[in-house]
């Protein structure tokens, strides 16, 4: 166990107990720093937002370039040059010290040795061999601290992209009433929208996508632009179960055409007239007497062509009948906050239901009916004649088929996507009225936020680094004062040096090399055999200074 030493020379400030200690210090706060920063960043999505970027007319963002990348390197540097002033005391001071040790020590590693004029690159190999391990602990932790940390920590920081949420008041001021589906509504403004949406690919209507119509809510508080807010709300949607019928009848009487069938246990039937005048017969109608067991409804779709050759005249005929069902679909709605809520309603983002129910509105038979009730000339020279409902089906079938838009494969596209339109554009625009008392919840703001995350791997090996360097401090304290040395004073300059060599033959030997014209002394004497001879202290000057001589 090494033994505290009263008297060890001549010790500088950097290797004194204070300045170590110090280094000590900020080498575990750095540390415990780093754990925090880790742990926080790991729990929390980071462990700072970053706030608006302040970028010049040149378009350097500052902020980017010095907080979080130019800060790091700054502290790490000072940390490095801090460590710098401390081990190079401890290069300077080995060889003195191994002139005391009991037998001296070979001249190659004492009078012949100054590990400052040894390049850093290697003088860690150069002490290695020496047997120097804490000159060589020190030399390899200065190339890590100058070159590895400084490297890493311009990346110990970096900025990700992550959602933050937070709770925020909803009110629901408005809610569904079936019975507003009724016969007052004028359908011709409701499939115009749909035309709009559907066929000319406008802009969906506020609190619907293509699917549902959505409860409205407002969000109390403030919310920023862009952010997300997720509630739980009602959506309101319907469908079409549709078949293609091949066993139907077709029965002319001149001009009324009458189909008959039967779709799942439902009877349906349809009549129209036919004449050379029209091309296309698009018949939309609605059966609303089937059973419970037969699914209540169904609304009936025949397409076909004139044919005068065809005893029904008609030819390429095609049935749809299809059964409705409509859906109230509970769930968490996501809506985007605009930039302007005041004037601007939300945009729906997604919708995640989690229960529906089945039943119908009140109203169900009006809806059905009512729908299919305006009737429209076609622009295009009259090629068909249909309901309204029907001409949107036949816009929108001639966009999904061209010119085979009356396959029935594409009109099973097109009459169940019109009808979904139809039920959530009346619902959106008619079935939601005032609340005498508003409802409110709790829902849910998120948006995208840039949090600063510590770059893990970089933080450990910057830990383990600042670690390593903290024991080789302890250690060099424990050396510094079990070690003593023949240095008195800091050897700076000549005089110095002369002091130190008062009385001793090395000296002599010096100016003997010198008298022999040898100007590279040291170089000279470190290849002969001299290099191998032991040197030490052989006495006291007067002054109690050491004196150092030759042992063998």
Same mark, same amino acid.
């Given at each position: 166990?090494?033994?505290?030493?009263?008297?060890? =020379?001549?010790?500088?400030?950097?290797?004194?107990?204070?300045?170590?200690?110090?280094?000590?210090?900020?080498?575990?706060?750095?540390?415990?720093?780093?754990?925090?920063?880790?742990?926080?960043?790991?729990?929390?999505?980071?462990?700072?937002?970053?706030?608006?970027?302040?970028?010049?007319?040149?378009?350097?963002?500052?902020?980017? =370039?010095?907080?979080?990348?130019? #800060?790091?390197?700054?502290?790490?540097?000072?940390?490095?040059?801090?460590?710098?002033?401390?081990?190079?005391?401890?290069?300077?001071?080995?060889?003195?010290?191994?002139? #005391?040790?009991?037998?001296?020590?070979?001249?190659?590693?004492?009078? #012949?040795?100054?590990?400052?004029?040894?390049?850093? !690159?290697?003088?860690?190999?150069? @002490?290695?061999?020496?047997?120097?391990?804490?000159?060589?602990?020190?030399?390899?932790?200065?190339?890590?601290?100058?070159?590895?940390?400084?490297?890493?920590?311009?990346?110990?920081?970096?900025?990700?992209?992550?959602?933050? =949420?937070?709770?925020?008041?909803?009110?629901?001021?408005?809610?569904?009433?079936?019975?507003?589906?009724?016969?007052?509504?004028?359908?011709?403004? &409701?499939?115009?929208?749909?035309?709009?949406?559907?066929?000319?690919?406008?802009?969906? !209507?506020?609190?619907?996508?293509?699917?549902?119509?959505?409860?409205?809510?407002?969000?109390?508080?403030?919310?920023?632009?862009?952010?997300?807010?997720?509630?739980?709300?009602?959506?309101?949607?319907?469908?079409?179960? *549709?078949?293609?019928?091949?066993?139907?009848?077709?029965?002319?009487?001149?001009?009324?055409?009458?189909?008959?069938?039967?779709?799942?246990?439902?009877?349906?039937?349809?009549?129209?007239?036919?004449?050379?005048?029209?091309?296309?017969?698009?018949?939309?109608?609605?059966?609303?007497?089937?059973?419970?067991?037969?699914?209540?409804?169904?609304?009936?779709?025949?397409?076909?062509?004139?044919?005068?050759?065809?005893?029904?005249?008609?030819?390429?005929?095609?049935?749809?009948? *299809?059964?409705?069902?409509?859906?109230?679909?509970?769930?968490?709605?996501?809506?985007?906050?605009?930039?302007?809520?005041?004037?601007?309603?939300?945009?729906?983002?997604?919708?995640?239901?989690?229960?529906?129910?089945? @039943?119908?509105?009140?109203?169900?038979?009006?809806?059905?009916?009512?729908?299919?009730?305006?009737?429209? !000339?076609?622009?295009?020279?009259?090629?068909?004649?249909?309901?309204?409902? =029907?001409? #949107?089906?036949?816009?929108?079938?001639?966009?999904?088929?061209?010119?085979?838009?009356?396959?029935?494969?594409?009109?099973?596209?097109?009459?169940?996507?019109?009808?979904?339109? &139809?039920?959530?554009?009346?619902?959106?625009?008619? @079935?939601?009225?005032?609340?005498?008392?508003?409802?409110?919840?709790?829902?849910?703001?998120?948006?995208?936020?840039?949090?600063?995350?510590?770059?893990?791997? &970089?933080?450990?090996?910057?830990?383990?680094?600042?670690?390593?360097?903290? *024991? &080789?401090?302890?250690?060099?304290?424990?050396?510094?004062?079990?070690?003593?040395?023949?240095?008195?004073?800091?050897?700076?300059?000549?005089?110095?040096?002369?002091?130190?060599?008062?009385?001793?033959?090395?000296?002599?030997?010096?100016?003997?090399?010198? @008298?022999?014209?040898?100007?590279?002394?040291?170089?000279?004497?470190?290849?002969?055999?001299?290099?191998?001879?032991?040197?030490?202290?052989?006495?006291?000057?007067?002054?109690?200074?050491?004196?150092?001589?030759?042992?063998?």
């Amino acid at each position: 166990m090494p033994v505290f030493k009263k008297d060890v =020379g001549w010790i500088p400030w950097a290797l004194r107990l204070p300045s170590l200690l110090v280094f000590v210090f900020f080498d575990l706060a750095l540390v415990c720093c780093l754990i925090a920063l880790s742990v926080r960043s790991s729990q929390h999505d980071g462990f700072a937002t970053i706030g608006g970027q302040d970028v010049t007319s040149l378009g350097i963002n500052w902020n980017l =370039g010095l907080l979080w990348t130019t #800060l790091p390197v700054l502290v790490f540097r000072m940390l490095g040059l801090y460590w710098e002033w401390i081990t190079s005391p401890i290069f300077q001071r080995q060889p003195y010290v191994d002139l #005391l040790k009991d037998g001296g020590a070979p001249a190659a590693k004492s009078v #012949l040795l100054d590990y400052l004029a040894v390049p850093l !690159l290697w003088r860690w190999w150069t @002490a290695s061999k020496n047997k120097h391990f804490l000159v060589g602990a020190c030399s390899f932790l200065t190339l890590v601290m100058s070159i590895v940390v400084s490297a890493l920590s311009a990346r110990l920081f970096a900025v990700k992209t992550v959602v933050t =949420g937070a709770d925020i008041p909803v009110l629901f001021n408005t809610t569904f009433d079936a019975a507003a589906l009724n016969a007052s509504i004028n359908w011709v403004p &409701v499939l115009d929208t749909v035309s709009a949406i559907n066929v000319y690919h406008g802009n969906a !209507l506020p609190w619907t996508d293509e699917q549902y119509a959505f409860q409205p809510y407002l969000v109390q508080g403030s919310v920023v632009t862009g952010s997300n807010v997720t509630a739980s709300t009602n959506a309101y949607s319907a469908y079409l179960n *549709c078949s293609v019928l091949s066993d139907f009848r077709l029965e002319f009487n001149d001009p009324k055409l009458k189909m008959t069938a039967s779709d799942r246990g439902c009877d349906i039937a349809q009549d129209f007239d036919v004449s050379e005048s029209q091309q296309v017969y698009f018949k939309t109608s609605s059966e609303i007497g089937c059973s419970a067991a037969a699914w209540y409804s169904r609304l009936v779709f025949t397409a076909a062509t004139y044919s005068s050759d065809s005893p029904t005249r008609v030819n390429a005929t095609t049935v749809l009948s *299809c059964i409705t069902s409509y859906r109230v679909t509970t769930g968490d709605l996501v809506t985007t906050a605009p930039r302007n809520s005041m004037t601007t309603s939300p945009t729906v983002t997604s919708f995640q239901p989690w229960t529906l129910d089945n @039943a119908r509105p009140t109203l169900w038979r009006v809806f059905e009916q009512n729908i299919i009730s305006p009737a429209t !000339l076609n622009a295009q020279q009259t090629i068909w004649s249909t309901s309204a409902f =029907g001409t #949107l089906v036949l816009y929108l079938a001639q966009q999904l088929g061209g010119n085979q838009y009356l396959s029935p494969d594409v009109l099973q596209r097109a009459v169940p996507e019109v009808f979904s339109s &139809v039920y959530l554009t009346a619902v959106a625009k008619h @079935a939601f009225v005032p609340l005498r008392v508003p409802t409110e919840i709790t829902g849910e703001m998120s948006q995208l936020t840039q949090r600063l995350f510590t770059v893990y791997w &970089v933080a450990y090996v910057i830990i383990v680094i600042l670690l390593l360097s903290m *024991c &080789v401090v302890l250690v060099a304290i424990a050396h510094v004062y079990t070690n003593a040395t023949v240095l008195e004073e800091e050897p700076a300059g000549l005089l110095a040096y002369a002091a130190l060599l008062s009385k001793s033959p090395l000296m002599d030997f010096a100016a003997g090399l010198r @008298a022999q014209g040898n100007k590279q002394v040291v170089k000279t004497a470190a290849k002969s055999a001299w290099k191998d001879s032991r040197w030490g202290e052989i006495g006291k000057t007067g002054g109690g200074g050491w004196v150092i001589g030759r042992l063998e």
